[in-house]
């Protein structure tokens, strides 16, 4: 079975850093994609970041460029975000999604990806 399992979550103070990673395994072939969507509490999941798997392309949501950094380990199957300078409005479960099929939504879409992981909590303190 493809299973994505996230970690590196938990408290940071405003200004400080994480590095989430997600571990993708059960997969034939490489994705296509691998993202991160996150989830404040009464709030719709939105995207962060995405990483074109073959190419490395990233793509940010607005809201985090020139903050944070995704980037792969192409032999590991594992996708990293480096979140820098983090915000109060950071604060949310974070998700590793993987994309392994054609699709015809754009990557920042959750409609774009098969596989989800079950979440890693950050939790941003000023």
């Known amino acids: 079975q493809v299973q994505l399992v996230e970690s590196g979550g938990g408290l940071v103070q405003a200004g400080g850093s994480l590095r989430l990673s997600c571990a993708a395994s059960?997969?034939?072939?490489?994705?296509?994609?691998m993202g991160w969507f996150r989830q404040a509490p009464g709030k719709e999941r939105e995207f962060v970041a995405a990483?074109?798997?073959?190419?490395?392309?990233?793509i940010y949501a607005d809201s985090v460029k020139g903050r944070f950094t995704i980037s792969r380990d192409n032999a590991k199957n594992t996708e990293y975000l480096q979140m820098d300078s983090l915000k109060p409005e950071d604060a949310a479960v974070y998700y590793c999604?993987?994309?392994?099929?054609?699709?015809?939504?754009?990557?920042?879409?959750?409609?774009?990806?098969?596989?989800w992981g079950q979440g890693t909590q950050v939790t941003v303190s000023s």
């Open positions: 999604a993987a994309s392994i099929s054609r699709r015809i939504y754009a990557y920042t879409s959750k409609d774009r990806y098969d596989y």
């Open positions: 059960g997969l034939t072939f490489s994705p296509n994609a």
């Open positions: 990483i074109i798997w073959s190419s490395a392309f990233t």
